[in-house]
């Protein structure tokens, strides 16, 4: 089993639309947990840290369930420039042994 | 302010042939990282250098060296290239051991024929 599994999706959206995006892990020590996202061709970025109180960045909220072991991503109103791949990732080291998803495609359509 | 640069963007190279790929940082960062991301895979963490001086292997070290020449520099060597190598590489850097968050640099792709 991996240590951190998302649906590979993809997903295909209509603008305007609200999409979730779910990811599981297996460690149960796991301290800090993130969503980033890449675009085709390109580097990772942060897109936002996972609180355990749940935390919201404009159209964005990241959820936490560590009785269940996963994490949620949520985007409102989704934009076309949301298409991208979104990695979920956690880390229970201080930092050296992150693990990444494999990440959920997202197509947002006009 | 570069971030993370990574050189070269693009390489091609024959089973057996060695290679070093450049990476550094204009941020300060004390964490420096090189990563390989194959399809269907997450990123996956090849070798690590928490501080300036220190170097030590991730998930997936075998067949790589590494080289922290200096704070900004984090070299990645491929001694004997094999086709199983051939993946796109990319180096991040963070604050220190205990800040998570993780800039990346643009990424080298590589292919082993």
């Known amino acids: 089993r991996k240590e951190v599994e998302q649906d590979p999706g993809p997903f295909n959206v209509p603008e305007g639309a609200t999409v979730a995006f779910n990811c599981t892990y297996s460690n149960s020590a796991s301290q800090s947990f993130f969503w980033y996202r890449q675009d085709c061709r390109k580097e990772p970025k942060l897109l936002m840290s996972v609180y355990s109180s749940g935390n919201e960045d404009g159209r964005f909220t990241a959820q936490l369930n560590r009785a269940s072991q996963y994490i949620s991503l949520l985007i409102r109103d989704s934009k076309l420039s949301d298409s991208a791949t979104y990695l979920c990732?956690?880390?229970?080291?201080?930092?050296?042994?992150?693990?990444f998803g494999a990440g959920t495609r997202l197509f947002v359509k006009a | 302010n570069a971030g993370v640069t990574q050189t070269p963007k693009f390489q091609v190279l024959k089973t057996g042939q060695s290679m070093t790929l450049q990476c550094a940082q204009d941020?300060?960062?004390?964490?420096m990282y090189w990563y390989r991301q194959d399809p269907g895979m997450g990123l996956r963490l090849i070798y690590y250098?928490?501080?300036?001086?220190?170097?030590d292997k991730g998930e997936v070290p075998n067949g790589y060296n590494v080289s922290r020449l200096n704070k900004r520099e984090f070299s990645l060597r491929l001694e004997s290239a094999a086709p199983s190598q051939t993946s796109v590489y990319f180096c991040?850097?963070?604050?220190?051991?205990?800040?998570?968050?993780?800039?990346f640099g643009p990424g080298t792709r590589l292919l082993v024929l």
């Open positions: 941020m300060n960062h004390n964490s």
């Open positions: 991040a850097s963070s604050k220190g051991p205990n800040e998570q968050t993780q800039y």
């Open positions: 250098s928490a501080s300036e001086g220190t170097t």
């Open positions: 990732v956690v880390d229970h080291t201080g930092g050296f042994k992150t693990i």
